[in-house]
């Protein structure tokens, strides 16, 4: 069974950019989580999309969205980059029915320059 | 509000030697509860989960990890630690209070010494 892919593994973007980065989640799970990892903040959570609606929500400004489609495969999206947003963007999928058991993929590491 | 804390930032141990990391939460309900481990560059793994019944619970790798209502922790274990062990170490809680995101504490980096 494959694991939670997620792509690109690695971007360098230059400020005032935006960025979308991609996240396929486990066959048979219908939700998408995405979390945010600097050193100094340490894991946050960004949003949470099932369904392909937006269930849950942290405290991100509103350059971080996101989206989800038909086939469960979710997008998050950063505009207006800033330095600040240089980061490790987690994915993470689950079932959603229950108890949350998520799932990590590997990561986006986003650097803004 | 919901917290978790990871009271030790770095924790060495040596090969072989038992292991025991910390995790204090602070939350309105008992929540769901989670380790998870991270190595370098990686993402999350999840080592073990607590949702209800019996406090103990076991995990991959050897570890367990123990839930205790009365001091709100979940501390976790390995009797004998290996060198591939060494990482970072992730507590997390949920609750379906909360829309069950993950909280997660600051993370304890665990070096194993030879």
């Known amino acids: 069974k494959a694991g939670v892919t997620q792509t690109p593994r690695y971007l360098i973007k230059t400020r005032g950019q935006q960025v979308t980065l991609s996240c396929s989640p486990i066959s048979g799970h219908r939700s998408v989580s995405w979390y945010q990892q600097t050193p100094g903040q340490g894991l946050q959570f960004l949003f949470e999309y099932f369904s392909e609606t937006q269930r849950n929500k942290g405290n991100f400004p509103g350059r971080f969205s996101g989206r989800q489609f038909s086939n469960s495969r979710s997008e998050m999206n950063v505009s207006t980059l800033e330095l600040g947003d240089s980061a490790l963007y987690l994915c993470?999928?689950?079932?959603?029915?229950?108890?949350?058991?998520?799932?990590f993929g590997q990561g986006t590491r986003l650097t803004v320059v | 509000a919901q917290s978790v804390t990871q009271p030790d930032i770095h924790i060495t141990v040596s090969e072989g030697a038992s292991l025991e990391l910390r995790c204090n939460y602070s939350?309105?309900?008992?929540?769901?509860l989670f380790w998870y481990v991270q190595s370098p560059g990686q993402g999350l793994q999840l080592l073990l989960k607590y949702f209800s019944g019996d406090t103990l619970v076991q995990g991959i790798k050897g570890f367990e990890a123990e839930f205790k209502r009365s001091q709100s922790s979940f501390n976790l274990r390995k009797p004998s630690v290996h060198w591939s062990d060494a990482a970072e170490y992730f507590c997390?809680?949920?609750?379906?209070?909360?829309?069950?995101?993950?909280?997660f504490g600051a993370g304890t980096i665990l070096r194993v010494k030879s």
């Open positions: 993470a999928s689950s079932i959603r029915q229950g108890p949350p058991e998520a799932f």
């Open positions: 997390a809680v949920a609750s379906a209070e909360y829309g069950n995101k993950l909280v």
């Open positions: 939350y309105g309900a008992t929540p769901y």
